[in-house]
């Protein structure tokens, strides 16, 4: 685990920041809305994700691709 990674401020998300709910489909589903990777990255190779009780990392290789892992 890089030093980087470990003094990262944590990302939270949560509904958007102007306090109303966030946008439904017309039969009222939440619509899943983009997440750039950067959001995210926040110019590491690779992060980890607390989900359910469970840590899952995700990292970005050379391929430029993502990969998540328990």
Same mark, same amino acid.
């Given at each position: 685990?890089?030093?980087?990674?470990?003094?990262s401020a944590?990302?939270?998300? !949560?509904?958007? *920041?102007?306090?109303?709910?966030?946008? @439904?489909?017309?039969? %009222?589903?939440?619509?899943?809305?983009? &997440?750039?990777?950067?959001?995210?990255?926040?110019?590491? !190779?690779?992060? *980890?994700?607390?989900?359910?009780?469970? @840590?899952?990392?995700? %990292?970005?290789?050379?391929n430029d691709? &993502?990969?998540?892992?328990?």
């Open positions: 685990m890089s030093a980087q990674m470990m003094t944590p990302l939270t998300l !949560r509904r958007p *920041l102007s306090g109303r709910p966030a946008p @439904t489909s017309p039969d %009222r589903t939440p619509m899943v809305l983009p &997440l750039d990777s950067d959001a995210l990255l926040r110019g590491c !190779r690779e992060v *980890l994700i607390r989900h359910g009780g469970e @840590t899952y990392r995700l %990292r970005h290789t050379r691709k &993502l990969i998540l892992t328990k």
